[in-house]
């Protein structure tokens, strides 16, 4: 599935969003205060996109946060405090570092 929609342009150009070292930092910076990692894409995304390219983007932050040495914080996710294109998001945290 998710190959197919990084076939279209928009696909390529949220996986040149996830991968921007300036959205990357600030992935970071958000998990490293317990909030979720997408809310960094936020200002990046048109206002409305499809569910299917949302997930998209999940996939992809995920993929490269595990790439940074994060991992899932179990659960449902967090509601994301600022108005965005994103409601809720996982958050991820340096792996080996125990849950606050």
């Known amino acids: 599935m998710y190959d197919t929609l ?3 342009s928009t696909g390529r150009f949220i996986l040149a969003l996830v991968f921007d070292p300036r959205i990357v930092a ?3 910076e958000l998990s490293n205060r317990g909030l979720p990692a997408v809310g960094a894409l936020s200002g990046g995304l048109p206002v409305q996109l499809p569910n299917r390219y ?3 983007a999940g996939h992809l932050v995920k ?3 595990r790439s940074r040495g ?3 914080v179990p659960g449902r996710g967090r509601r994301i405090p600022v108005p965005s294109l994103f409601k809720r ?3 991820y945290r340096a792996a080996g570092h ?3």
Do not use: D, F, S, V
């Open 98 to 100: 125990a849950q606050p």
């Open 63 to 65: 993929r490269m946060m």
């Open 89 to 91: 998001g996982a958050c």
């Open 54 to 56: 949302k997930r998209l």
């Open 70 to 72: 994060y991992a899932p």
């Open 6 to 8: 990084l076939a279209t």
């Open 26 to 28: 600030r992935m970071i």
